[in-house]
């Protein structure tokens, strides 16, 4: 398993009583903070929520819904509140409650580990995309209760307390600024262009009147010899796992490598323009790797035709169309109704 020690501090504008209150009452939840798709009450504990249930269940930005029940084992007004919980994640998770002057700040800890195989299998590469994902959460949790409270957020601190050499390491609350690319943009677009541009060349083959499977096998062999070598070229085009699994591999990294560009430029081009540059930008990569390619590797030369120029120019759309909506989503804000001020 994949074990997650983080902390996130947030100092808001705001009395400590209405900060606690909005927190504590996590079943409104979904109201304000983005990416809380529901919360349901499944035990109710005695008369001040000691053993109480709850299920959560949370859609961040990359593609999958996590779900996991809290037992309540502290709930103590304005100081804190601590459960356990239980479903694709496993652990404990603490609110901290203090104020400096006028400004409360709330500490939340969340020692987890997945319980899903694959986050565990991709957990060596992904984890610190799995902890942004986390940190733009509580992003949108911090933001989204000041919208709430109709005040703002002075600060959000975000630390990594399983850092190298047990030291804890912040973790930049922002994630493109400066320049810099958001690595959910390249492993979301990246890999949702690339499938959805496999699909659509199946399509076209049988429109085509092409051979499918024997086609699939044949690129995909295309593709894994670039690792395994030419010796996985001959026929037959039959599947093999390892053959297909090199073949994915190898095919999801050069989609996200391919996404950098479009990262970079299309989410500053309006909608029309953006799509219009990702056309050409798959006309540029057809051309990279059907006459490029090829110059190392001679065998991709069979794959040239109005199929392959087709899907690449439908790669290069869904490239630069994915950044641009990723960017959009993320500049606009949920809209939330404010709690009128006493």
Known sequence: ???YHLLTIWRLNAPLTPVYDVIQDSMHWPEWWTGVEKVEQTADG??????????????????????????????????????CARGDLEGTGRWQFAHDGEVSVVHFEWHVRSTRWWMNLLAPL???????????????????????????????????????????????????????????ML????????????????????????????????????????????????PPTTAHSDILLVATLIHFALSITYT???ALL????????????????????????????????PWFSIARDWVTLVTHLLFGIGLSAGCWW?????SKPRMMRAIPKS
């Open 1 to 3: 398993m994949a074990d």
């Open 46 to 83: 005695d008369g001040n929520g000691i053993n109480s249930v709850r299920r959560y269940c949370w859609q961040g930005d990359l593609p999958y819904l996590v779900v996991f029940d809290v037992l309540a084992t502290r709930i103590e007004a304005q100081v804190a509140i601590e459960g």
């Open 126 to 184: 992904a984890r610190p995309i799995f902890i942004r994902n986390h940190v733009r959460i509580m992003a949108q949790g911090g933001e989204g209760m000041a919208r709430r409270l109709g005040t703002t957020l002075a600060s959000q601190e975000n630390i990594d307390l399983t850092a190298e050499n047990g030291a804890p390491k912040a973790i930049p609350r922002r994630l493109r600024e400066g320049g810099q690319i958001d690595p959910l």
């Open 187 to 234: 492993l979301i677009v990246g890999i949702g262009a690339g499938t959805i541009a496999t699909f659509a060349q199946i399509i076209l083959w049988q429109l085509a009147g092409l051979p499918v499977f024997e086609t699939l096998f044949r690129d995909a062999r295309l593709t894994a010899a670039l690792i395994m070598g030419p010796g996985v070229l001959p």
């Open 260 to 262: 950098l560009l479009p």
């Open 266 to 297: 299309a989410t500053r081009l309006p909608a029309g323009l953006a799509i219009v540059a990702g056309a050409l930008y798959g006309l540029g990569i057809y051309v990279v790797n059907m006459y490029g390619f090829t110059a190392l590797f």
């Open 326 to 330: 990723f960017a959009q989503r993320h």
